[in-house]
């Protein structure tokens, strides 16, 4: 494993035994990931598609049926102390003892990891997400959003130079969502390696360097951003003009002009071999008089549909 990979995940498998009628489920199917050390990593899927299994895995909640895992260069299995404090996770599951307080929680987190008193960061932590004004209050007097921001808190006591957020902000406001990562991005210039698992697609493409996608067990994709976002060759320009037109020149017709209304043209195309600027000019061409243009480019939404739509998992 090199010194500069995080997580090192080599042809993973996991298949649940079936019972009775249940035939067997095959969850993960030859998975292989290498995690750069210092990156902020997602790791996307539709429901059902394996993530959670992976992540439980990574954590020791679940055992893998074949292929090999290392945290921070500590094999899961045979370095499995040493893997676990190189980790930290914030599960789906509202997990949390309601006759604890939020500070109680983090200290005892913090104890079960061996952190020393005088090392301890409760109090930074219960500021970074937001429950300072609520660190004496029991967990189960809590709301459904602040019991996840003290997950993510617990995930963040031993200071783990991995840490996993499954879903961390599903339930949480867009205020303290935005604080939140503040946080985690704060964290990961200060070296913390993130991977993060979302199913809010726009948070995955403004934090993440790397991404990740898999479905029915299997893994379809795994590129830097900016090369998958160059996956779909699409983008769409809308052109309001001044006056209501009848009908679509015959130049701009050639372009892929679709006429939405009568002052209202679209033009969907491949960047890659059309510009905005030669339809722009084009339409300046037919003698049509402009009062507004504008662009929207492929998103990473588009992108994950395409890929997972065209997915079937027959070829697995």
């Known amino acids: 494993m090199s010194n500069s990979i995080a997580v090192d995940i080599q042809d993973v498998s996991k298949t649940y035994r079936g019972s009775g009628k249940q035939a067997e489920k095959h969850a993960l199917k030859g998975i292989s990931l290498e995690i750069p050390k210092g990156s902020v990593f997602a790791l996307l899927g539709p429901n059902g598609a394996g993530k959670s299994t992976l992540i439980n895995i990574m954590a020791g909640l679940v055992i893998k049926s074949s292929g090999s895992v290392s945290i921070h260069g500590y094999d899961i299995e045979n370095d499995m102390r040493a893997a676990r404090r190189s980790i930290g996770i914030v599960p789906q599951e509202l997990n949390l003892d309601p006759f604890f307080t939020p500070r109680e929680l983090l200290?005892?987190?913090?104890?079960?990891?061996?952190?020393?008193?005088?090392?301890?960061?409760?109090?930074?932590?219960?500021?970074?997400?937001?429950?300072?004004?609520?660190?004496?209050a029991y967990a189960r007097s809590l709301s459904g959003g602040m019991r996840r921001r003290l997950l993510v808190g617990k995930a963040m006591v031993h200071s783990p130079p991995v840490l996993v957020l499954d879903e961390p902000t599903a339930g949480v406001d867009v205020q303290l969502r935005h604080q939140l990562w503040e946080y985690v991005v704060g964290l990961n210039k200060l070296g913390t390696t993130v991977l993060l698992t979302t199913h809010y697609l726009e948070e995955a493409e403004t934090l993440c360097d790397t991404i990740a996608i898999i479905n029915h067990g299997r893994l379809i994709a795994c590129e830097d951003k900016k090369t998958m976002m160059n996956k779909l060759d699409?983008?769409?320009?809308v052109i309001s003009l001044l006056h209501p037109l009848d009908e679509i020149p015959e130049n701009l017709a050639a372009l892929g002009a679709d006429k939405m209304d009568p002052t209202t043209l679209t033009f969907r195309y491949p960047p890659s071999t059309t510009s905005g600027a030669s339809i722009v000019s084009a339409v300046s061409e037919a003698g049509l008089e402009m009062r507004d243009v504008t662009t929207h480019e492929a998103e990473l939404e588009d992108v994950f549909v395409s890929l997972t739509q065209n997915d079937t998992g027959t070829n697995a």
């Open 107 to 136: 200290d005892l987190q913090a104890g079960l990891y061996g952190v020393p008193k005088a090392d301890r960061n409760t109090e930074e932590i219960l500021k970074a997400i937001g429950l300072a004004d609520k660190a004496d």
């Open 234 to 237: 699409h983008k769409e320009m």
